[in-house]
């Protein structure tokens, strides 16, 4: 917390806390402590939204979201779904004015749900990414993204039904997304049949 840009820190860290949650390193022994040398680039105050406009508040989350997405790019998941989650939090305190502003912020939070749904997918917390699809779901039963991509979730899952009638509810929803549905019909019916080989023998 003292720490300025520049300078460089050791850190040492318990097991629970270093690699506990992720498979340890060949090199570390299990139960070893970690320590860590720690540059400190740079880092974001956050900014107090209390007298913003609705406007500007949503140019601050535009800006907090880039970050997560390009932590969701670089692969730092965990890191990218702090931040989608913060925002998130954030929102509980902002209070859309009129039919517009609560267009706007309905899109932007069902869109943070589903990247939170992106991350723990690629995390392989299939559950979780499904509860976080479904929180934009029950706002709006026929969103397409969250079809798609809960049914993705429930396929990698192995929950081969589930996944079958996402993905063919967004046809039914919007003519538009039938190549991305059947494309993803076809991946399903290859999963299943490498499942039913894997499972008969």
């Known amino acids: 917390r003292l720490m300025l840009p520049g300078e460089k820190s050791i850190v040492t860290c318990p097991p629970d806390f ?3 949650k992720f498979p340890r390193p060949v ?3 299990e139960g070893a402590h970690v320590r860590w040398e720690i540059e400190l680039l740079g880092f974001e105050v956050p900014k107090d939204w209390t007298g913003l406009t609705f406007k500007e508040i949503m140019e601050e989350a535009d800006k907090i979201k880039n970050t997560g997405n390009r932590l969701f790019k670089e692969g730092k998941f965990e890191l990218a779904k702090a931040k989608y989650e913060k ?10 004015q009129d039919d517009e502003e609560g267009k706007i912020f309905a899109n932007s939070r069902s869109s ?3 990247n939170v749904a992106a991350c723990y997918q690629k995390m392989g917390e299939y559950r979780k990414s499904i509860e976080a699809c479904n929180k934009v779901l029950d706002a709006n039963p026929v969103h ?3 079809l798609y991509r809960r049914g993705m979730s429930y396929m990698l899952g192995g929950d081969f039904d589930d996944a079958k009638n996402d993905f063919e509810k967004m046809v039914t929803v919007d003519k538009s997304s039938e190549p991305d549905a059947t494309a993803a019909l076809v991946k399903l019916k290859q999963k299943e049949q490498v499942c039913n ?3 008969t023998n």
């Open 18 to 20: 270093a690699y506990d």
């Open 27 to 29: 090199n570390v022994p």
């Open 87 to 96: 925002l998130l939090r954030e929102y509980n305190h902002v209070h859309p």
């Open 112 to 114: 943070l749900h589903l």
């Open 144 to 146: 397409v993204k969250a």
């Open 197 to 199: 080989r894997t499972c």
